[in-house]
């Protein structure tokens, strides 16, 4: 079984421009989720969808941030525009369940950001 | 608010020590508990996880009980590896999201 996959990997970028990251989730996972982890710390939630709808994301940076997920698969993260502070790892995980407090939820590799 | 509160790394062992990694956690309503591990290069995965109080996980020789008198949910191995090496992230997974701890790195030396 495939597991959740990201693209790029890697990104530098300058400041004030813009980057979107890709995430295709395990199939068959209707729960998608997107975190940010800082260098040191846990990662912590940025969004989350149930299929196609957005059902928390509280956490957004609206301003800046955006995120989609067409016909409820794949999702795309976006920075417009992105700042010195936007440097981190962006991970995208999916589970199975309705973001139950029991389910697991399955991690793709990150995509690690930096912002120059 | 729920938090999850882990102990600070790194931490250093040599090769067939036995492992303790203090997780806390703070919560209201029934929690579930779970340790991911991340191995270099690699995304987090699923180490163990407990549903309820007095749940024990276990895997690859690693195991937590959930206790709920001590709030508590510390992570053990009798005898690490150098393949161990990797950091250890205590969750909490409450009404919708996964709250994480900070992370503890751990290094097995040869």
């Known amino acids: 079984e495939a597991g959740v996959v990201q693209s790029p990997r890697y990104k530098i970028i300058e400041k004030k421009q813009p980057v979107a990251f890709w995430c295709n989730p395990i199939s068959g996972h209707n729960t998608l989720y997107w975190y940010r982890q800082n260098l040191g710390q846990g990662p912590e939630l940025l969004i989350r969808y149930e299929n196609e709808e957005a059902v928390d994301d509280s956490q957004l940076p609206k301003d800046r941030f955006s995120a989609e997920r067409l016909k409820g698969v794949d999702s795309t993260l976006k920075i417009q525009p992105a700042e010195l502070g936007d440097s981190a790892v962006y991970l995208c995980?999916?589970?199975?369940?309705?973001?139950?407090?029991?389910?697991?939820?399955?991690f793709g590799p990150g995509t690690r950001l930096t912002v120059l | 608010g729920d938090s999850v509160t882990q102990m600070e790394g790194p931490v250093t062992l040599s090769e067939e020590a036995f492992l303790t990694i203090n997780c806390t956690y703070t919560?209201?309503?029934?929690?579930?508990l779970f340790w991911y591990v991340q191995y270099p290069g690699e995304g987090l995965q699923l180490l163990l996880k407990?549903?309820?109080?007095?749940d024990k996980g276990s895997n690859k020789g690693f195991e937590a009980t959930y206790r709920k008198e001590t709030t508590s949910f510390h992570l053990e191995k009798g005898s690490v590896q150098v393949s161990d090496s990797a950091v250890y992230f205590c969750?909490?997974?409450?009404?919708?999201?996964?709250?994480f701890g900070s992370g503890t790195r751990l290094s097995i030396r040869p």
């Open positions: 995980a999916s589970s199975s369940g309705a973001g139950q407090r029991t389910d697991t939820q399955y």
């Open positions: 919560a209201t309503g029934y929690p579930s």
């Open positions: 407990a549903t309820k109080a007095d």
């Open positions: 969750a909490l997974g409450s009404a919708s999201k996964i709250i």
